[in-house]
Nanobody, 126 residues
């Protein structure tokens, strides 16, 4: 299973971006997906996750109300919709897949995620 993030870029404060996490090699249908980010000089931070069924999502306090996660099974893709971006959201954003969870469960502990994408840079600056 290979994951590829896309949709990153430069955006002004208050702007929006939609990040995509597309899989190849296997279907994502049975994987919970997490989104993470890592800013320069900081540890990787869990942001959001969605269960394999799509019926459960969760968000870190730092992004709750501004980011939303969704998945499109027909496109084998999971999205992270980011809004009201702030300069402190600048980071490399990663998606990861975990197969070993029940259909209505997800998490953003790095432990347990079997596959990771290469990351997409998001820069929030005026």
């Amino acid at each position: 299973l290979q994951l590829v993030e896309s949709g990153g870029g430069l955006v002004q404060p208050g702007g929006s971006l939609t990040l995509s996490c597309q899989a190849s090699g296997l279907t994502l249908d049975y994987y919970a997906i997490g989104w993470f980010r890592q800013a320069p000089g900081k540890e990787r931070e869990g942001l959001s996750c969605i269960s394999s069924s799509g019926g459960y999502t969760n968000y870190a306090d730092s992004v709750k109300g501004r980011f939303s996660i969704s998945r499109d099974y027909s496109k084998n893709t999971v999205y992270l919709h980011t809004n009201s971006l702030k300069p402190e959201d600048t980071a490399v954003y990663y998606c990861a897949a975990d197969q070993g969870l029940p259909p209505l469960s997800c998490h953003w502990s790095e432990i347990g995620y079997d596959f990771w994408g290469q990351g997409a840079q998001v820069t929030v600056s005026s």
